[in-house]
């Protein structure tokens, strides 16, 4: 099972990143979906996730409003829209896949990992 996030980078304040996350090895269909960050010094959070169909999303309230989560399950592939990004958004951003949709940590399969700085 491989996740690979990509779409992190260097950005102003009040700017937006798209981030993919390309899976292979695993039915992607069958999997529930989240990112999450994690900021020098401090533990990994939950961003956002969606369930198996689309149908269903959640995001931390730090995002809500200013981001976006979505999947194609013919490509395989889940995504996320942050706009007016914050110097506060600085982290590295993982993709995970699990079998339930859930805010936690516990999700089955996570993926390298994409920086994204924020610079006011």
């Known amino acids: 099972v491989q996740l690979q996030a990509s779409g992190g980078g260097l950005v102003q304040a009040g700017g937006s990143l798209s981030f993919s996350c390309a899976t292979s090895?695993?039915?992607?269909?069958?999997?529930?979906m989240g990112w999450f960050r994690q900021a020098p010094g401090k533990e990994r959070e939950f961003v956002a996730g969606?369930?198996?169909?689309?149908?269903?999303?959640y995001y931390a309230d730090s995002v809500k409003g200013r981001c976006t989560i979505s999947r194609d399950n013919a490509k395989n592939t889940m995504y996320l829209q942050m706009n007016s990004l914050k110097p506060e958004d600085t982290a590295v951003y993982y993709c995970?896949?699990?079998?339930?949709?859930?805010?936690?940590?516990?999700?089955?399969?996570w993926g390298q990992g994409t920086q994204v700085t924020v610079s006011s």
């Open positions: 995970a896949a699990g079998f339930t949709l859930t805010t936690s940590r516990s999700y089955a399969y």
């Open positions: 090895g695993l039915t992607f269909s069958s999997y529930a």
């Open positions: 969606i369930s198996r169909t689309g149908g269903t999303t």
